[in-house]
Protein backbone atom coordinates (compact mmCIF):
# COMPACT_ATOMS: atom_id res chain seq x y z
CA UNK A 1 0.00 0.00 0.00
CA UNK A 2 1.28 3.17 -0.96
CA UNK A 3 1.83 5.89 1.65
CA UNK A 4 0.38 9.48 0.05
CA UNK A 5 2.64 12.27 -0.37
CA UNK A 6 2.32 14.81 2.28
CA UNK A 7 1.58 18.44 0.96
CA UNK A 8 3.88 20.91 2.66
CA UNK A 9 2.55 24.16 0.76
CA UNK A 10 1.45 27.09 3.29
CA UNK A 11 -1.25 28.91 2.72
CA UNK A 12 -0.87 32.20 4.06
CA UNK A 13 -3.95 33.69 5.31
CA UNK A 14 -3.93 37.49 4.29
CA UNK A 15 -6.97 38.29 7.22
CA UNK A 16 -4.59 37.74 9.86
CA UNK A 17 -1.37 39.75 8.68
CA UNK A 18 -1.04 42.99 10.14
CA UNK A 19 -0.35 44.68 6.95
CA UNK A 20 -3.10 43.09 4.89
CA UNK A 21 -6.24 43.85 7.48
CA UNK A 22 -8.17 45.90 4.84
CA UNK A 23 -10.85 46.66 7.06
CA UNK A 24 -11.05 42.63 7.75
CA UNK A 25 -12.74 41.54 10.75
CA UNK A 26 -10.25 39.30 11.74
CA UNK A 27 -7.12 41.08 13.11
CA UNK A 28 -4.02 39.33 14.75
CA UNK A 29 -3.56 41.62 17.62
CA UNK A 30 -0.48 40.16 19.16
CA UNK A 31 1.04 40.30 15.68
CA UNK A 32 0.45 44.12 15.91
CA UNK A 33 2.01 44.00 19.37
CA UNK A 34 5.02 41.44 18.24
CA UNK A 35 5.69 43.79 15.57
CA UNK A 36 5.65 47.55 17.42
CA UNK A 37 7.76 45.40 20.42
CA UNK A 38 10.22 43.64 18.53
CA UNK A 39 9.86 42.56 15.33
CA UNK A 40 9.47 45.70 13.64
CA UNK A 41 10.35 48.52 16.01
CA UNK A 42 11.01 51.36 14.88
CA UNK A 43 14.24 52.34 16.35
CA UNK A 44 15.92 48.59 16.48
CA UNK A 45 14.68 47.64 13.02
CA UNK A 46 12.84 50.59 11.00
CA UNK A 47 16.11 52.64 12.48
CA UNK A 48 13.80 55.89 12.24
CA UNK A 49 13.38 58.59 14.21
CA UNK A 50 17.26 58.29 15.16
CA UNK A 51 18.12 62.29 15.55
CA UNK A 52 15.68 62.81 18.49
CA UNK A 53 16.62 59.27 19.77
CA UNK A 54 20.24 59.70 20.31
CA UNK A 55 20.20 63.40 21.00
CA UNK A 56 17.96 62.89 23.95
CA UNK A 57 18.62 60.29 25.66
CA UNK A 58 20.91 61.27 27.85
CA UNK A 59 18.75 60.47 31.24
CA UNK A 60 15.87 57.97 31.40
CA UNK A 61 13.51 61.12 32.32
CA UNK A 62 14.31 63.20 28.93
CA UNK A 63 13.94 60.05 27.18
CA UNK A 64 11.08 59.41 28.96
CA UNK A 65 9.68 62.48 28.38
CA UNK A 66 10.52 62.54 24.57
CA UNK A 67 8.95 58.81 24.29
CA UNK A 68 6.15 59.39 25.83
CA UNK A 69 5.18 62.87 23.82
CA UNK A 70 5.97 60.51 20.34
CA UNK A 71 3.67 57.73 21.45
CA UNK A 72 0.90 60.13 22.23
CA UNK A 73 1.19 62.00 18.67
CA UNK A 74 1.41 58.72 17.19
CA UNK A 75 -1.65 57.16 18.71
CA UNK A 76 -3.55 60.25 17.93
CA UNK A 77 -2.40 60.58 14.88
CA UNK A 78 -3.11 56.76 13.67
CA UNK A 79 -6.69 56.79 15.39
CA UNK A 80 -7.64 60.24 13.29
CA UNK A 81 -6.13 58.63 9.75
CA UNK A 82 -8.28 55.61 10.37
CA UNK A 83 -11.32 57.32 10.70
CA UNK A 84 -11.11 59.50 7.51
CA UNK A 85 -9.39 56.95 5.74
CA UNK A 86 -11.97 57.27 3.34
CA UNK A 87 -13.10 60.12 2.65
CA UNK A 88 -9.00 61.40 1.71
CA UNK A 89 -7.84 60.81 -2.09
CA UNK A 90 -4.53 59.53 -2.43
CA UNK A 91 -3.49 62.55 -4.34
CA UNK A 92 -3.67 64.67 -0.75
CA UNK A 93 -3.73 62.27 1.81
CA UNK A 94 0.26 62.67 2.42
CA UNK A 95 -0.22 66.36 3.00
CA UNK A 96 -3.24 65.35 5.01
CA UNK A 97 -1.71 63.15 7.13
CA UNK A 98 1.58 65.96 7.58
CA UNK A 99 -1.43 67.94 8.87
CA UNK A 100 -2.66 65.81 11.51
CA UNK A 101 0.76 64.71 13.20
CA UNK A 102 1.26 68.55 13.29
CA UNK A 103 -2.05 69.56 14.93
CA UNK A 104 -1.22 66.67 17.40
CA UNK A 105 2.07 67.41 17.72
CA UNK A 106 1.35 71.37 19.10
CA UNK A 107 -1.28 69.85 21.24
CA UNK A 108 1.25 67.80 22.99
CA UNK A 109 3.75 70.79 22.68
CA UNK A 110 1.57 72.95 24.15
CA UNK A 111 0.57 70.56 27.16
CA UNK A 112 4.34 69.76 28.09
CA UNK A 113 4.76 73.74 28.71
CA UNK A 114 1.93 73.64 31.09
CA UNK A 115 2.19 71.08 32.92
CA UNK A 116 6.26 70.06 32.51
CA UNK A 117 7.90 73.23 31.36
CA UNK A 118 11.26 72.75 32.58
CA UNK A 119 11.56 69.22 30.66
CA UNK A 120 9.93 71.02 28.02
CA UNK A 121 12.68 73.64 27.90
CA UNK A 122 15.29 70.82 28.41
CA UNK A 123 14.15 68.98 25.43
CA UNK A 124 13.85 72.24 23.07
CA UNK A 125 13.55 71.77 19.67
CA UNK A 126 12.85 68.07 19.51
CA UNK A 127 9.44 68.00 20.52
CA UNK A 128 8.41 70.00 17.98
CA UNK A 129 10.69 68.24 15.66
CA UNK A 130 8.39 64.80 15.69
CA UNK A 131 6.28 66.14 13.42
CA UNK A 132 9.24 65.01 10.93
CA UNK A 133 9.78 61.62 12.58
CA UNK A 134 9.44 58.93 10.18
CA UNK A 135 7.98 56.62 11.97
CA UNK A 136 4.65 58.76 12.68
CA UNK A 137 3.97 59.28 9.02
CA UNK A 138 5.05 55.66 8.12
CA UNK A 139 2.52 53.75 10.49
CA UNK A 140 -0.22 56.14 9.15
CA UNK A 141 0.35 55.62 5.57
CA UNK A 142 0.85 52.13 5.57
CA UNK A 143 -1.13 51.01 8.23
CA UNK A 144 -3.93 53.37 9.58
CA UNK A 145 -5.05 54.21 6.04
CA UNK A 146 -5.86 50.61 5.22
CA UNK A 147 -7.07 49.38 8.79
CA UNK A 148 -10.10 50.05 11.17
CA UNK A 149 -9.97 52.24 14.13
CA UNK A 150 -9.30 49.74 16.93
CA UNK A 151 -6.40 47.89 14.69
CA UNK A 152 -5.17 51.27 13.94
CA UNK A 153 -5.02 52.32 17.63
CA UNK A 154 -2.86 49.09 18.96
CA UNK A 155 -0.75 49.72 16.43
CA UNK A 156 -0.22 53.33 17.11
CA UNK A 157 0.51 52.61 20.97
CA UNK A 158 2.50 49.55 20.17
CA UNK A 159 4.73 51.24 17.38
CA UNK A 160 5.24 54.02 20.10
CA UNK A 161 5.65 51.77 22.88
CA UNK A 162 8.30 49.98 21.45
CA UNK A 163 10.05 53.22 20.30
CA UNK A 164 9.77 54.33 24.07
CA UNK A 165 11.47 50.92 25.15
CA UNK A 166 14.42 51.95 23.12
CA UNK A 167 14.60 55.28 24.70
CA UNK A 168 14.09 54.37 28.09
CA UNK A 169 17.22 51.39 27.65
CA UNK A 170 19.06 53.85 25.65
CA UNK A 171 18.61 56.48 28.13
CA UNK A 172 19.37 54.25 31.12
CA UNK A 173 22.12 52.96 29.93
CA UNK A 174 23.89 56.33 29.14
CA UNK A 175 22.94 57.50 32.62
CA UNK A 176 24.27 54.68 35.00
CA UNK A 177 27.94 54.60 32.78
CA UNK A 178 27.74 58.42 32.72
CA UNK A 179 26.84 60.01 35.91
CA UNK A 180 25.95 56.85 38.15
CA UNK A 181 23.00 57.79 39.02
CA UNK A 182 19.58 56.13 37.80
CA UNK A 183 16.11 58.06 37.85
CA UNK A 184 17.85 61.88 38.39
CA UNK A 185 15.22 64.52 38.11
CA UNK A 186 12.19 62.68 37.90
CA UNK A 187 10.28 65.50 39.01
CA UNK A 188 10.40 67.02 36.25
CA UNK A 189 7.82 64.90 34.32
CA UNK A 190 5.81 62.89 37.53
CA UNK A 191 6.02 65.88 40.24
CA UNK A 192 7.67 66.46 43.08
CA UNK A 193 6.75 62.70 44.54
CA UNK A 194 8.96 61.17 41.90
CA UNK A 195 12.52 62.94 43.66
CA UNK A 196 13.20 60.16 45.58
CA UNK A 197 13.10 57.67 42.95
CA UNK A 198 17.10 59.01 42.44
CA UNK A 199 19.32 55.79 42.70
CA UNK A 200 22.84 56.49 43.46
CA UNK A 201 24.18 52.88 42.27
CA UNK A 202 28.19 53.77 42.12
CA UNK A 203 28.45 56.41 44.92
CA UNK A 204 29.60 59.79 45.40
CA UNK A 205 32.93 59.36 43.95
CA UNK A 206 32.23 57.92 41.02
CA UNK A 207 34.01 59.83 38.21
CA UNK A 208 31.78 59.13 35.43
CA UNK A 209 32.39 57.53 31.66
CA UNK A 210 31.97 61.17 29.61
CA UNK A 211 31.57 59.39 26.18
CA UNK A 212 28.32 57.90 27.80
CA UNK A 213 26.91 60.94 27.61
CA UNK A 214 28.30 62.60 24.81
CA UNK A 215 26.54 62.18 21.16
CA UNK A 216 29.42 59.35 20.34
CA UNK A 217 27.71 57.33 23.60
CA UNK A 218 24.67 57.11 22.05
CA UNK A 219 25.51 55.56 18.77
CA UNK A 220 28.03 52.95 20.61
CA UNK A 221 24.65 52.17 23.00
CA UNK A 222 22.40 52.13 19.95
CA UNK A 223 24.36 50.05 18.56
CA UNK A 224 24.69 47.63 20.57
CA UNK A 225 20.87 47.15 21.34
CA UNK A 226 20.71 46.65 17.99
CA UNK A 227 23.68 43.94 17.71
CA UNK A 228 21.40 42.10 20.72
CA UNK A 229 18.68 42.02 19.19
CA UNK A 230 19.98 40.45 15.88
CA UNK A 231 21.59 37.91 18.00
CA UNK A 232 18.37 36.93 19.92
CA UNK A 233 16.72 36.58 16.87
CA UNK A 234 19.41 34.63 15.47
CA UNK A 235 19.10 31.89 18.53
CA UNK A 236 15.35 31.84 18.87
CA UNK A 237 15.26 31.15 14.73
CA UNK A 238 17.88 28.43 15.23
CA UNK A 239 16.63 26.95 17.76
CA UNK A 240 12.84 27.02 16.00
CA UNK A 241 15.08 25.07 13.03
CA UNK A 242 16.81 22.46 14.94
CA UNK A 243 13.18 21.74 16.80
CA UNK A 244 11.60 20.86 13.23
CA UNK A 245 11.14 17.09 12.29
CA UNK A 246 13.43 16.26 9.76
CA UNK A 247 12.48 14.63 6.39
CA UNK A 248 14.27 12.15 4.37
CA UNK A 249 12.89 12.04 0.57
CA UNK A 250 12.95 8.63 -0.68
CA UNK A 251 11.46 8.00 -4.56
CA UNK A 252 8.29 9.30 -4.59
CA UNK A 253 7.77 9.06 -0.49
CA UNK A 254 8.44 11.08 2.20
CA UNK A 255 9.46 9.92 5.80
CA UNK A 256 9.51 11.72 8.90
CA UNK A 257 12.70 10.70 10.88
CA UNK A 258 10.62 11.68 14.17
CA UNK A 259 7.45 9.86 13.75
CA UNK A 260 6.20 6.65 13.23
CA UNK A 261 6.40 5.00 9.69
CA UNK A 262 3.05 3.27 8.31
Known amino acids: MTTPIESTELIEDKATSPEGTSDSNLVDYSEISKNGLWKNNPALVQLLGLCPLLAVSGSVVNAAGLGLATLVVLVGSNVVVSLIRNVVSDAVKLPVFVMIIAAF???TEL?????????YQILGIFIP???TN???LGRADAFACKNKLVPSAVDGFMMGSGFLLVLLC??????ILGTGILF???QLLFGEGARTWRLELFGENYPGLLVAI???????????LIALKNAIDNAVEKRRLAAQPKTIVKGARRVRTTGAIG
Not at 111 to 119: C, G, I, K, P, S
Open 111 to 119: LMRAYTFEL
Open 134 to 136: CAI
Open 214 to 224: LPPGAFIVAGF
Open 170 to 175: IGAVRE
Open 105 to 107: TTC
Open 129 to 131: LIV
Open 184 to 186: ADM
